[in-house]
C-alpha cells in the first residue's frame, strides 16, 4: 500500500505557548477515506490545511504525494502539491462573479492551461455526475447551499486530483440539503478516491470511513477503524466526545 | 385646527413656487438675452479650433452621443453589444487623432482646444490615466512589502491633504521651472496629468475599500486551486473589488468632469474658460445669469449621462441580475 501523505511531528501555534498542532504523526494511504473528528479548537482543521500549504508548518515534515513540505517551504513546491491535492471548504467559497461553468473551468484553463472547450466539456460530466448538470450558466448566489457544494466539488475534481481534503463540508448547510453532498462523497469514496474528511457528520463516519481520526488540544488522541471507533473506543477522551455528540 | 394649519401652509407654499416658477420662465422667455448663447454656440463646443476644422471635435462628440444612446437604449442581446466596451475605449484614441490631427489630418494645436470639446478631452484623459494608477495604489496600500506600502500611503495621504487648486497650479507652473529648458511638456498634458495624480489618491481609496470586502477566503480558494498570486488578483480578486468600488468610482468621474472647470483658472479656455472670456467681450457685457444658466444645463447633462452610463454598468456587471 502506498502512502499519499504521511505527516510526521508536525507543529503549529498561532499564539506562542498555544500548540494547534502538537506533534501530530499519522500516514494516509492511497485509496483511503480518513474521517478526522474531534471538538472545535482541536486542530483538525488546521491540520488539513497543512496537507496543501494553507499553513505553514512551524515544525516538523509532510510528504505529501511524494513532495516534501516544512516549515522552511518555498511558494512552488506549494503550487507543485495544490495542482494534485483538491481542497473543499466549509463556506463553499465558489467565485460569485463567475459563472457555475466558469467557477469550474477557471483553473484547468488557467492553470493547467487545458483548451477551453475540452475544459467546458469535463465540467459538465463532473457537474452531471454531481447531479446538476442544469445549473451550468447560473451563478452562485442562484444556487441553494448544497448545489453550490456541489459545485464546490466538481470544482476540485476539475483538476484531476489524487487526494481530496474536506473541511466541515457540510457544517455550513441546512439539515434537509446535508445529505446531497454526503451522498456526492461516497460516490467520491467508491470510486477509490483519496479523501481526508473533517465533519461532525457520525453516520458518515461509520459507513465511509476506513479509518476514524480523533483529535484533541493538537494531538491524535486514537485513529481506529470506524466500528471499534463507534462502539468501543480505546480511549476516554474519545468515548466522552461520541457521548456528547450523541447527546 | 391643524388640518387647517396643514391647508393653509400647503396653499402658501404652493403660491410661493408657482409664483417663483412664473418668474423663472417669464425671464426665460422674455426678460433673458439668449443671443450669448446661440450666436457662440460653436465657440462652446470647440473653442477656437480652426472653422474649417470644427468637424473633427463635432465628429467625436456626435460619436460619443451615439454611443452613449446606443449603450444606454440599443436593443439587448444582441451580438454586437459585446463590441461596445472596445467602442468605448478606442473612442479616447479616436478623438485624440482628431484633434491633434497628423495622419493624414491637418494639425492643429492644442492652444486651438477648447470648449466642451477639451472638457471632456480632460476629463476622458485623466480618468483613464487615473483608474490603473489608483488600482496600483491601493494594492500597494495593502501590500506585505514595508516600503511599497509605506510610500502609497505617504503619496495618497499626500494628495488628499493637497487641494486641487494647488495641485493644478503646480502642475501648470512649477513643473516647467524644473525641466530642462527647451523641454516643454503641452498645457492640456500638463493638466492631465496632475489631474490623474490627483483622482488616482482617492480612486485609490475606493479600490481600497473595495479590496477589503473581498473575504480573504476567495483568495485562499484560488490558491488551492494552483492560480498564482497574481492571477487570483487578476481574475478573482480585482473583478469583484472594482465591481463594489463602482458606484464610488462614478462619484469620483462626475467630480472629474465638474473639477475640470478649475482649468479655466490657469488659462485653459474649457466649457467655463470660455464663458469667461465671452463674457470679457463688450458686446456680451453682464449676461452672466444667461450665460451660467447655460453652463449648468451642460455640465447637468453631461453629468447626468454619466451617471445613467454607470448605472449601466453596474447593473451590466451584476452577474444574477444580467442573466435573467
Redesign the interface.
Known amino acids: 500500500m502506498t502512502v499519499a501523505i504521511r505527516a510526521t511531528d508536525l507543529v503549529k501555534s498561532y499564539i506562542p505557548g498555544v500548540r494547534a498542532l502538537d506533534g501530530v504523526s499519522l500516514d494516509v494511504t492511497c485509496g483511503e477515506v480518513l474521517v478526522v473528528m474531534g471538538p472545535s479548537g482541536s486542530g483538525k482543521s488546521t491540520l488539513i490545511r497543512t496537507f496543501?500549504g494553507?499553513e505553514p508548518l512551524d515544525g516538523g515534515e509532510l510528504d505529501v504525494l511524494g513532495m516534501r513540505l516544512d516549515a522552511a517551504h518555498e511558494e512552488h513546491q506549494v503550487?507543485a502539491i495544490?495542482?494534485r491535492v483538491?481542497?473543499v471548504?466549509q463556506?463553499f467559497?465558489?467565485?460569485?462573479?463567475?459563472?457555475i461553468l466558469d467557477n469550474i473551468t477557471?483553473?484547468p484553463i488557467?492553470?493547467?492551461k487545458r483548451a477551453k472547450a475540452a475544459a467546458e466539456q469535463r465540467a459538465i460530466e463532473l457537474l452531471d455526475q454531481m447531479g446538476i448538470r442544469e445549473q451550468a450558466?447560473?451563478?452562485p448566489?442562484?444556487l441553494s447551499g448544497g448545489q453550490q457544494q456541489r459545485v464546490a466539488i466538481a470544482?476540485?475534481l476539475a483538476?484531476d486530483p489524487e487526494v481530496m481534503l474536506f473541511d466541515e463540508p457540510t457544517s455550513a448547510l441546512d439539515p434537509e440539503r446535508v445529505k446531497e453532498v454526503l451522498d456526492a462523497m461516497r460516490q467520491l469514496a467508491r470510486g477509490g478516491m483519496t479523501m481526508v474528511v473533517v465533519t461532525h457528520e457520525l453516520g458518515f463516519a461509520r459507513e465511509v470511513a476506513d479509518r476514524v481520526m480523533f483529535m484533541d488540544q493538537g494531538q491524535v488522541v486514537e485513529i481506529s477503524d470506524p466500528e471499534t471507533f463507534f462502539s468501543n473506543a480505546k480511549e476516554e477522551r474519545s468515548r466522552k466526545f461520541l457521548n456528547q455528540m450523541q447527546h | 385646527m391643524n388640518r387647517w394649519l396643514d391647508r393653509l401652509i400647503t396653499l402658501l407654499l404652493a403660491a410661493l413656487i408657482g409664483w417663483g416658477g412664473w418668474s423663472t420662465l417669464h425671464w426665460l422667455i422674455h426678460g433673458a438675452d439668449w443671443s450669448v448663447v446661440t450666436t457662440n454656440l460653436p465657440l462652446y463646443a470647440v473653442g477656437s479650433f480652426p472653422a474649417d476644422q470644427r468637424w473633427r471635435p463635432l465628429v467625436w462628440m456626435v460619436g460619443l452621443v451615439l454611443l452613449t444612446v446606443l449603450t444606454l437604449l440599443g436593443p439587448k442581446r444582441i451580438g454586437w453589444r459585446g463590441a461596445l466596451p472596445l467602442l468605448w475605449i478606442a473612442m479616447a484614441p479616436i478623438g485624440l487623432w482628431l484633434l491633434v490631427g497628423g495622419l493624414g489630418l491637418l494639425p492643429v494645436g492644442t492652444r486651438d482646444w477648447g470648449g466642451l470639446t477639451l472638457t471632456l478631452l480632460l476629463t476622458a484623459g485623466s480618468g483613464m490615466l487615473a483608474l490603473p494608477l489608483g488600482v496600483l495604489l491601493a494594492l500597494g496600500r495593502r501590500s506585505a512589502l514595508p516600503v511599497l506600502r509605506w510610500s502609497s500611503t505617504a503619496y495618497i495621504e499626500l494628495m488628499r491633504a493637497v487641494p486641487l487648486i494647488a495641485v493644478l497650479f503646480f502642475g501648470q507652473l512649477l513643473i516647467p521651472l524644473f525641466l530642462p529648458p527647451g523641454l516643454e511638456i503641452n498645457r492640456v498634458l500638463r493638466a492631465v496629468v496632475a489631474f490623474a495624480l490627483f483622482a488616482a489618491a482617492y480612486i485609490a481609496e475606493d479600490v481600497r475599500g473595495g479590496l477589503q470586502a473581498i473575504p480573504p477566503?476567495?483568495r485562499?480558494?484560488?490558491?488551492?486551486?494552483?492560480?498564482?498570486p497574481l492571477?487570483s488578483l487578476q481574475?478573482?480578486v480585482l473583478?469583484?473589488a472594482l465591481?463594489i468600488a463602482l458606484p464610488s468610482l462614478t462619484n469620483q468621474a462626475v467630480g472629474l468632469l465638474q473639477n475640470t472647470s478649475l482649468m479655466a483658472l490657469l488659462g485653459l479656455v474649457e466649457l467655463l474658460g470660455i464663458s469667461r472670456s465671452l463674457l470679457a467681450n463688450p458686446a456680451f457685457i453682464g449676461r452672466y445669469l444667461e450665460v451660467y444658466l447655460w453652463l449648468a444645463a451642460v455640465y447637468w447633462l453631461c453629468c447626468t449621462a454619466m451617471a445613467l452610463l454607470a448605472r449601466h454598468l453596474e447593473v451590466q456587471l451584476d452577474?444574477?441580475r444580467s442573466?435573467r
Not at chain 1, 94 to 99: K, R
Not at chain 2, 220 to 228: H, M, P, W, Y
Request: proline share 6%; aromatic share 6%; no cysteine.
Open positions: 496543501n494553507l503550487r495544490r495542482k483538491g481542497m471548504f463556506q467559497n465558489l467565485f460569485p462573479h463567475l459563472s477557471l483553473a488557467k492553470v493547467q450558466r447560473k451563478f448566489a442562484q470544482r476540485a483538476l | 477566503t476567495q485562499e480558494a484560488a490558491e488551492v486551486l494552483g492560480l498564482s492571477q481574475l478573482v473583478p469583484q465591481r452577474p444574477v442573466n
